[in-house]
């Protein structure tokens, strides 16, 4: 699957359409696209991407358009492109061609970001009060979230039953220790403290990272980033930092400010896709 129908689903999904997938799971002989070859389909008939081309093409659209109706989770269709046989698409390639077409449910799509990496992983750093509120938003606009605190009374379980994972460090001063993040990993910085948050954005400015966000008034956040340019930090490392995290909305609760939050990550995301 290109990069385009994986932004172009993952849109899908955070606009709450249902869509199909047709994919070309296995070839044999001459086929006009290999294993790997995509399309996609939304409900009024549009496409991304192909599979191939001619008859294949118009026989993997006729049968999205029937999952559009039936709503049948997934079925392999076995087509034969030669001009011989009874029950072939009379093309001249002469191979056989495997698509498997899929319906996916905006409301369920777990399995289908699950394989195709569509999720996005936010490390949230606090798990008090604004960390608690911002984890489900995130979850629910499909960000696989990772909450973490030096407390295990306010990182566990109870507080964050459906995250992805759960982490307790012995102190923030060693905050990616353990994790291994990426061009698709969002950093959250909302520890408890003003050196909580400068011990974790340190080390988070030494990351792979396509978002690092820090709490807190301008005033704090300029006494910090005087500390990391003293430190060596160049204004590059200090621009990436979105602080004071997300959008300006005059937000005050911590429910507020993690609908902030999570607006200003979807922008990003948005942005970079």
């Known amino acids: 699957m290109s990069q385009k129908i994986i932004y172009f689903a993952r849109d899908l ?3 709450g359409e249902d869509f199909v997938i047709a994919k070309v799971v296995d070839t ?21 991407g192909t599979v191939g081309g001619g008859r294949l093409e118009a026989e993997t659209e006729k049968l999205c358009k029937e999952v559009f109706q039936t709503k049948e989770k997934s079925r392999l269709h076995h087509f034969k492109l030669n001009t011989e046989e009874q029950d072939a698409l009379d093309m001249g390639c002469g191979g056989d061609a495997d698509v498997l077409v899929q319906y996916i449910d905006a409301a369920h799509p777990e399995e289908f970001v699950e394989e195709f990496n569509l999720e996005t992983t936010a490390y949230i750093f606090g798990a008090g009060h604004v960390g608690l509120a911002l984890e489900p938003v995130l979850r629910y606009i499909n960000f696989k979230t990772i909450a973490i605190d030096d407390r295990a009374e306010y990182a566990n379980r109870e507080r964050f039953p459906e995250a992805a994972e759960v982490k307790v460090l012995p102190d923030f001063k060693h905050s990616f220790d353990e994790i291994q993040t990426d061009e698709n990993s969002y950093i ?5 403290g003003h050196m909580g948050d400068y011990d974790v954005l340190k080390d ?5 990272s396509a978002y690092v966000g820090m709490i807190g008034s301008r005033k704090k956040n300029a006494m910090l980033f005087d500390m990391l340019r003293k430190e060596g930090y160049s204004e590059d490392d200090i621009a990436r930092v979105h602080a004071p995290i997300g959008l300006s909305i005059k937000a005050e609760t911590p429910e507020e400010i993690a609908i902030s939050i999570a607006a200003e990550m979807i922008q990003v995301r948005a942005e970079r896709s």
Do not use: Y
Not at 204 to 208: P, V
């Open 204 to 208: 988070a400015l030494k990351q792979k």
């Open 28 to 48: 044999k002989g001459s086929t006009p696209r290999k294993k790997g070859a995509w399309l996609l389909m939304k409900k009024d008939g549009t496409t991304q």
């Open 188 to 192: 959250v910085i909302v520890t408890r």
């Open 13 to 15: 999904l955070e606009q």
